[in-house]
């Protein structure tokens, strides 16, 4: 699928909810997500 983004932000929120076998085609975005994964598995 491909899908017209906001901001980054969004793609992150979407990648968290499309789960850990989600990947990001565009190698700029490739880590969508994974950053803010981290940083709420700190916060529990």
Known sequence: MKFR???EA???H???????GA???TPK???A???LAKR???LL
Not at 14 to 20: C, E, I, N, Y
């Open 5 to 7: 983004l906001s901001d």
């Open 10 to 12: 969004f793609l992150d």
């Open 14 to 20: 979407l990648m968290l909810q499309a789960g850990p």
């Open 23 to 25: 990947v990001v085609a």
């Open 29 to 31: 975005y490739a880590k």
């Open 33 to 35: 997500g994974h950053e």
């Open 40 to 42: 709420m598995a700190q």
